[in-house]
């Protein structure tokens, strides 16, 4: 009855059977891809079966294989198949999980796997939650609650005065992705507001330095980023520390853990978010170390009332009356978005699915995996260790005879990515390029650690 459901199906399957022995980058010259897939939009339309082979084939010429075990780029995570087949069934119900109202069992499941996030987060149960599209979406949702609470604290109404004339915020920030900057430009908090505070040799904020910094201005509202797991070396912040400085002062504490904050599901690792629970705001991925498809991101907020004060809106259309009857949470209450995707589908399936142990265990192969890889590329000739994993994520870089490190490494980096054996990124670290291995995919193996590295000895036999 639908068969390019059905096709969608099988090819869909066929990929994810094949994904791991592609080859990692598998794209076409941008001009080719490009050629392939500019088709004429016709005036009487094609059927759909032929559009979704046709996609199947074109798109799939232009893929880099992130799903697969030896895709070590960025952080990005894979998608296990009950996430997968949970958005199929997302899209086949198209539910507007804007609104209890049109969407029901939408608002009920967020409602449910948002309390199951907060027991495998170790977030203080009193928090209020929201699905958003990404860690970056989850920082905007987060300051603004707190633009609203510390401006609020100074008698200011951001929602409904703007910041034009209000007191200026400044921000405090230790290690920190560029989501935040953006995240504080979007709301109009703009970047001259933040302070670089001093960090330790080891990556993390400098308690000292933090103190020093809010003591200069009391006066001022105040918002203090933290990091749960920083982006090259997987480095966290000291938050039983920083939180309890930064409520000294009056300030909110924000923490970005878009994939570190998940070590709090293993016991080996929940050490490392020691008094996260103090902080105000959290931000995360599901879409990293949960491994559930992209667009999904999760904020959490301690103060229910900042958090749904900055974002909800009254609607003369969205009816209050059953709310008196039936509580439901209506989700545009507590993100950025009017209509969306009922996105906690595959949240809430994919938890069900792995369990409490289960997300321990992701966590535990991957950094275990991390640290494996890291190891054995390191007792390769001219290769520097950089950065030893703390949790999942490590840099090395690759020696030149010549001295020129940079250019070797990037070299080398460009070499490794052509063998389709594994992928790679370069990045610029303490005035270096190295190479940046993250380790977040639920299908990654031995045997993909050992093909990696394989790989490498390849490319720099190549090059040396
Ligand atoms: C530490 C950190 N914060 C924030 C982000 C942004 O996450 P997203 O791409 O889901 O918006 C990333 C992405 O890699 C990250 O590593």
Redesign the pocket.
């Known amino acids: 009855m639908y068969p390019e459901l059905e096709r969608a199906a099988q090819l869909a399957t066929q990929y994810l059977q094949k994904v791991d022995d592609c080859r990692v980058d598998d794209a076409l010259e941008p001009e080719k891809l490009r050629d392939r897939l500019t088709k004429k939009l016709t005036t009487e339309g094609i059927p759909s079966q032929q559009v979704i082979e046709e996609l199947f084939d074109d798109a799939g010429a232009g893929l880099l294989n992130t799903s697969s075990g030896r895709f070590f780029g ?2 990005i995570g894979g998608a296990l198949p009950v996430a997968i087949a949970a958005e199929w069934l997302t899209a086949a119900w198209d539910q507007n999980a804007g609104a209890s109202a049109v969407a029901p069992s939408a608002a009920i499941v967020e409602e449910v796997a948002g309390q199951w996030l907060k027991d495998i987060l170790r977030l203080p149960q009193s928090a209020s939650f929201g699905f958003v ?7 905007f949702t987060a300051l603004a609650a707190a633009r609203y609470r510390v401006l609020r604290n100074k008698g200011w109404e951001v929602e409904v005065q703007g910041l034009s004339g209000s007191p200026p915020i400044r921000v405090l920030v230790g290690e920190h ?1 560029e ?2 900057l953006r995240a504080l430009r979007q709301l109009g908090i703009g970047t001259n507001a933040v302070v670089q505070v001093a960090k330790k040799d080891d990556g993390t904020i400098d308690v000292d330095a933090l103190k020093s910094e809010l003591a200069k201005v009391t006066a001022a509202p105040t918002i203090v980023s933290l ?1 749960a ?3 090259n070396r997987g480095a966290f912040d000291d938050f039983d520390a920083a939180c309890d400085v930064a409520h000294d002062y009056g300030a909110w504490v924000h923490v ?1 853990g ?3 904050l998940w070590v709090a599901a293993s016991e080996r690792f929940r050490h490392l978010v020691n008094g996260v629970d103090k902080a105000d705001s959290w ?1 995360t ?1 599901a ?2 170390w949960l491994n559930v498809t992209h667009d999904s ?1 999760l904020v959490f907020v301690a103060d229910q009332d900042a958090h749904r004060s900055s974002m909800t809106i009254p609607a003369a259309y969205i009816p209050a009356a059953n709310k008196v009857e039936t509580p439901l949470r209506d989700q545009y209450e507590w993100g950025p978005e009017w209509s969306r995707r009922a996105r906690g589908f595959a949240v809430y399936a994919t938890l069900r699915a792995l369990g409490r142990r289960g997300v321990a265990e992701i966590v535990e192969r991957c950094c275990a995996h991390a640290s494996d890889l890291v190891r054995q590329l390191g007792q390769l000739s001219r290769v520097e260790v950089v950065a030893t994993p703390i949790i999942n994520q490590g840099l090395v870089r690759f020696l030149s005879p010549s001295g020129d490190h940079d250019t070797h490494t990037q070299r080398v980096i460009e070499s490794i990515n052509a063998t389709g054996e594994a992928w790679f990124g370069p990045t610029r670290y303490d005035d270096k390029t190295v190479m940046r291995i993250s380790v977040c995919n639920y299908r990654t193996t031995e045997h993909d650690i050992e093909r990696a590295v394989n790989a490498v000895k390849t490319a720099l036999d190549r090059l040396n």
């Open positions: 960025w952080v599209t990404g860690c970056q979406m989850a920082h992705h989501t935040i990091a797991g920083d982006l970005d878009a994939f570190g931000a991925d879409h990293k991101g």
